[in-house]
């Protein structure tokens, strides 16, 4: 274990955050959990620390806001992800996977000091739960407000 994973592994016990920990290939160490949205619906999301010294990079995922079946709506979702990525995502980036998956994420580096990265897992999770109404109503064939 490292400087970095040690504070941010302080972090989730101070706060009480249950997260399975992997060690991955290249050094690097990820984190996953899920984000409670509703009673019937936990959004995924994972941390990757980089190799480390006395800063590494990190990147923060929120899996499976939702995904695009209809590729007919493919041009439709991404004129929506051009606009939350403008006006609601802040350092967020919401992307489309080839596959269709609609994601969230945010690349960043940290130092043993990882309370600004904590904060931006919570802030993550404020953000997916604003926009994933704007995306399911796009997704379902509502009217977009």
């Known amino acids: 274990m490292t400087k970095i994973t040690d504070q941010f592994e302080a972090i989730l016990k101070q706060k009480q955050i249950p997260l399975a920990k992997r060690e991955i290939e290249n050094g690097q160490v990820s984190y996953n959990g899920k ?5 019937e619906k936990a959004l995924p999301f994972g941390i990757v ?9 990190y990147q923060i995922v929120y899996h499976h806001l939702a995904f695009v079946s209809n590729f007919s709506k493919k041009v439709t979702v991404l004129e929506l992800i051009n ?5 609601q995502s802040g ?3 919401i992307c489309l996977g080839s596959d269709g998956e609609i994601y969230m994420r945010l690349l ?5 000091d990882v309370m600004p990265l904590y904060e931006m897992l919570v ?5 997916a739960k604003a926009i994933l109404p704007r995306i399911e109503e796009v997704l379902n064939d509502k009217q977009v407000k």
């Open 123 to 127: 802030t993550g999770s404020t953000i």
């Open 91 to 93: 350092y967020y980036r």
């Open 35 to 39: 984000f409670q949205l509703t009673n």
């Open 108 to 112: 960043g580096r940290t130092s043993t």
């Open 83 to 87: 606009e939350l990525n403008e006006l």
């Open 49 to 57: 620390f980089d190799k480390e010294d006395e800063r590494s990079d």
